[in-house]
């Protein structure tokens, strides 16, 4: 994954020297999350999991703190939203902004590889059966809530059809 992380920044800055900064936001980015999948993985994280943008979020925070990298942690949304967000799926592209991320993301790459020896010291696999279950409660919650909407829904059809047999 790191390798994929370089060859996809590399790529990143062939586009931008070609100037096509809105794909090479992306490459940029890819090559961002990739970064990201190699440090969760030598924490022990299956791959899988790495993945699954939902739950590997809180696990890849949680490893960052455990580092002592929140700045990396900071950085990494500002590459989401600047990179990914914004540059790519809005299509608000601010190029000034969006160059300068790009080439900032080597620094970042450059920080983030630099942890991947000590993240093989962590075993986060706890921390992925703590997401697991709280998405599995999550679900659960957001099922729970349709049905009392539906009730909500049911009791007012009732309330309105006694009202008209009352009228």
């Known amino acids: 994954m790191r390798r994929k992380a370089w060859e996809a920044y590399e790529k990143a800055v062939e586009m931008l020297n070609k100037g096509d900064i809105r794909d090479s936001a992306e490459k940029a980015w890819l090559a961002i999350e990739n970064m990201r999948k190699a440090i969760m993985v030598a924490a022990k994280v299956p791959y899988d999991v790495t993945k699954k943008i939902s ?16 700045s990396l942690l900071e950085r990494y ?78 009791r007012t059809s009732i309330i309105e059809k006694l009202r008209q047999v009352q009228g």
Do not use: C
Request: glycine share 4%; aromatic share 8%; proline share 1%.
């Open 55 to 70: 739950v590997a979020l809180n696990i890849f925070n949680g490893i960052l703190k455990v580092l002592n990298a929140e």
């Open 77 to 154: 949304y500002y590459f989401q939203a600047t990179l990914h967000g914004l540059s790519f799926y809005e299509g608000v592209l601010n190029e000034d902004v969006t160059i300068d991320a790009i080439l900032k993301a080597e620094k970042w790459l450059r920080g983030a590889e630099k942890i991947i020896n000590e993240a093989k010291n962590i075993d986060a696999r706890p921390l992925v059966d703590v997401e697991m279950k709280r998405k599995k409660i999550q679900a659960e919650i957001l099922s729970k809530s349709m049905e009392l909407i539906k009730l909500r829904e049911k």
